[in-house]
Antibody, heavy 120, light 107 residues
Framework: EVQLVESGGGLVQPGGSLRLSCAAS????????MHWVRQAPGEGLVWVSR????????SFADSVQGRFAISRDNSQNTLFLQMNSLRAEDTAVYYC?????????????WGQGALVTVSS | DIQMTQSPSSLSASVGDRVTITCRAS??????LNWYQQKPGRAPKVLIS???TLQSGVPSRFSGSGSGTDFILAISSLQVDDFATYYC?????????FGGGTKVEIK
């Protein structure tokens, strides 16, 4: 059974840092692109970042470019999102999602989400 | 960036009604359009990929159509389990973008 389990969320002050993890199981993690998508309270879905199968290719939404970093450890089947210089507007549930295949690009599995709250 | 505009943003319908949700892209995205359903407190679930491909396990009352800039998600006979928020999602070009969502509520 495919599972994605996020961890590392919590309350952080503006300007602080947090690292999210997404533990994958039930599939060959190294074969799939992975993305992070976030959802502010009561709002819609917003793409945040993506990473290629080998970790060499990454991209970010403009809103987090330069502040967030994405990485993966294929030996540990884990995806990461390092979030620095956090702002109130980064408050959201963060989901990791598996991309079914590169060509269609849709997310076939999602984690349960990790809540990040940026507040003083 | 490609803007995805969904309409309506919310609707009220009764069990058994036919419901349609529209998604318009700001430029041609061919058929790189997916639909997700999200219930409160839950992660989204894919319903339709590539504009019209029904995902395994998704009831046949759901269907998707369209290409280019205009897309439709249809629910032929609304069931209690279908009351949720629906999002379209383009994967034609980065940054990937979602529509604003359509909340389907019980009339």
């Amino acid at each position: 059974e495919v599972q994605l389990v996020e961890s590392g969320g919590g309350l952080v002050q503006p300007g602080g840092s947090l690292r999210l993890s997404c533990a994958a199981s039930g599939f060959t993690f190294s074969n799939y692109w992975m993305h992070w998508v976030r959802q502010a309270p009561g709002e819609g879905l917003v793409w945040v970042s993506r990473i290629s199968t080998d970790g060499r290719s990454t991209s970010f939404a403009d809103s987090v470019q330069g502040r967030f970093a994405i990485s993966r450890d294929n030996s540990q089947n884990t995806l990461f999102l390092q979030m620095n210089s956090l702002r109130a507007e980064d408050t959201a549930v963060y989901y990791c999602a598996r991309v079914y295949d590169f060509w269609t690009g849709y997310y076939d599995y999602w984690g349960q989400g990790a809540l990040v709250t940026v507040s003083s | 960036d490609i803007q995805m505009t969904q309409s309506p943003s919310s609707l009220s319908a009764s069990v058994g009604d036919r419901v349609t949700i529209t998604c318009r892209a700001s430029q041609n995205i061919r058929n790189y359009l997916n639909w997700y359903q999200q219930k409160p407190g839950r992660a989204p679930k894919v319903l339709i990929s590539a504009a019209s491909t029904l995902q395994s396990g998704v009831p046949s009352r759901f269907s998707g159509s369209g290409s280019g800039t205009d897309f439709i998600l249809a629910i032929s006979s609304l069931q209690v389990d279908d009351f949720a928020t629906y999002y379209c999602h383009q994967t034609y070009s980065a940054p990937l973008t979602f529509g604003g969502g359509t909340k389907v509520e019980i009339k």
